[in-house]
């Protein structure tokens, strides 16, 4: 407790004054709390080695990085020999997918991995712009009623948004599928001349809302047809915009990507994207890149192309740090099975007919899958896919489609199906990033025996950085801070720097001890303190 003037009383809190009054004094106090983080090593995210140094917030604000033994500040932290890097920020996050960043406004497990923002609009799936206020894509995830949709618009959802505690700061891009169901709803097919022309004003409508670029889920069934026209005047506006796009590339796949031969695949379909980065000079992300079972020869030659196309194509890949793919149910529907909308495919499951014909094109299957989420069937998460046929008496594929109907197909999977040897050799790759693909849920309930993955995996990422050494602690934060800053054009955050937002994270080993966000003590000794001080980003402003 310190009292703040003989004219008032107040309390004084790490980061906050709460007062009776507004005189001069207390004013003069309040725009100027400070917090030392003194003896810590200091990974600024350029990539250069760590040093030695005290760090000074004022507000909001890194004010000074040097030595400050004798300075009085309002918060001291002794870091003793931790490393103090920029707040962590991840380019492919779900939160807004799930809606939890309405339920779960603190977004604690982004949080404590020494996440401070994340960027949300992934997959071809935003939750603006809505030309009528539909989130039926989201039905395939969540359930879109639990909220009051009552915004069109970027520039309203920010509004709606900002008027809501947050724990992390938020950006988004926009959807092209979401773009898409606006203008045609549930058809496949090429968009009209007119209705081109639409989806061109949409798109720069909310890039000059805010947005910070566009995705493409080249691998769904809504947008894996979309003709190259289409994509190159999205990609065109994003780099008008200096903006990003990110793309899940296509599979080549007649059934799903996860039960087809997608070696072959894999390198015409990342030249396609280096294509359409030189054709519209666009910074361009290939989201959930990782490295499959299997696929490793394939793998290798896509990552040489990139390198090779490195001067004039901007172009990064994004991994996430798992043996593991966690996986929506309703991708492993041949895509014949997902045209329509989220009613009519449920109610098409009931058909025997249709029943069997999946059943039928569910015949390779992978026979490592387990279940990690089962809306309504909690019992069922940790057990795999094999137990739960035993326990019904059916094969595996009648297994899958059983499961599809009982979560009219919200489950997710876990499926082992990534190289661990050939993530640490694309790791040391320039051009590639480290991203969770997850999403902060409001409870536990998401836990299979592998644990929840969403939750762990920037302490993951720096575990594997620890063990394999695959590239320095300070070119393995550069990868989760100042890249993709600089790639979202993300102003005065993802380094360490005088002037910047105090965005940070002390962690020790593999340990997140403490997060600042904005200057605000998130997290301290890995516990949640309830601050709520993230902000909406707004490209349009950054």
Request: charged fraction near 20%; proline fraction near 4%; hydrophobic fraction near 40%.
């Amino acid at each position: 407790m310190r009292w703040l003037s003989k004219h008032c009383f107040g309390k004084l809190l790490s980061h906050g004054v709460y007062c009776m009054h507004t005189c001069d004094q207390c004013l003069f106090l309040f725009f100027a709390m400070t917090t030392l983080i003194k003896n810590i090593l200091l990974i600024d995210g350029s990539g250069q080695p760590a040093v030695k140094a005290d760090v000074l917030i004022k507000n909001e604000k890194i004010a000074a990085i040097g030595s400050f033994p004798r300075y009085q500040a309002d918060t001291i932290i002794d870091g003793m020999g931790a490393y103090l890097a920029p707040g962590f920020i991840d380019s492919n996050t779900h939160s807004d997918r799930y809606l939890t960043i309405f339920t779960n406004p603190g977004q604690e497990h982004f949080l404590r991995q020494g996440i401070t923002t994340i960027i949300g609009g992934q997959d071809g799936i935003s939750l603006a712009p809505l030309l009528y206020g539909s989130l039926d894509l989201q039905r395939f995830w969540t359930d879109p009623y639990r909220i009051n949709i009552d915004w069109h618009t970027v520039r309203e959802f920010f509004a709606v948004l900002a008027r809501r505690p947050l724990g992390v700061n938020f950006g988004t891009l926009v959807g092209h599928s979401t773009l898409r169901h606006s203008i045609i709803g549930n058809d496949f097919r090429d968009l009209t001349s007119k209705e081109l022309g639409i989806f061109e004003y949409m798109v720069e409508r909310a890039l000059q809302d805010g947005a910070f670029g566009i995705s493409f889920d080249l691998q769904s069934p809504v947008s894996s047809l979309t003709p190259t026209k289409e994509i190159k005047t999205a990609l065109e506006l994003v780099e008008k915009y200096k903006g990003l796009a990110t793309f899940k590339i296509r599979s080549g796949s007649d059934t799903n990507v996860y039960t087809h031969d997608i070696g072959d695949h894999i390198v015409p379909a990342v030249t396609e994207i280096i294509n359409l980065s030189k054709e519209t000079g666009a910074r361009i992300q290939l989201n959930n890149f990782s490295p499959l079972k299997g696929f490793e020869h394939a793998y290798q030659k896509a990552l040489d192309v990139i390198e090779e196309n490195a001067a004039v194509a901007d172009l990064y890949f994004a991994m996430h740090p798992f043996e593991y793919s966690i996986i929506p149910i309703v991708a492993f529907l041949p895509v014949w099975a997902q045209r329509g909308g989220m009613d009519a495919i449920v109610n098409n499951l009931q058909s025997f007919e249709f029943g069997a014909k999946i059943v039928a094109d569910l015949e390779h299957i992978p026979d490592n899958l387990i279940i990690h989420d089962a809306p309504g069937f909690d019992y069922l998460v940790g057990k795999s896919l094999k137990e739960l046929g035993d326990d019904r008496g059916t094969i595996m594929p009648e297994t899958l489609f059983a499961l599809m109907r009982m979560t009219k197909l919200r489950a997710t999977l876990v499926y082992d199906n990534l190289s661990l040897q050939e993530f640490n050799r694309a790791l040391a790759r320039d051009r590639s990033l480290i991203v969770s693909s997850g999403a902060s849920f409001e409870s536990q309930r998401i836990q299979s025996r592998h644990g929840n993955l969403f939750a762990d995996a920037i302490p993951t990422f720096l575990r594997m950085v620890a063990t394999d050494k695959a590239l320095s602690i300070e070119a393995a934060i550069r990868k989760i801070t100042s890249i993709p800053a600089q790639r979202l054009g993300i102003s005065a955050r993802g380094s360490i720097r005088e002037g910047y937002f105090a965005d940070l994270v002390l962690f020790r080993d593999t340990t997140i001890e403490t997060v600042f966000v904005n200057g605000f003590i998130a997290i301290r000794d890995g516990v949640s303190t309830d601050n709520l001080k993230g902000r909406v980003l707004d490209h349009a402003h950054e």
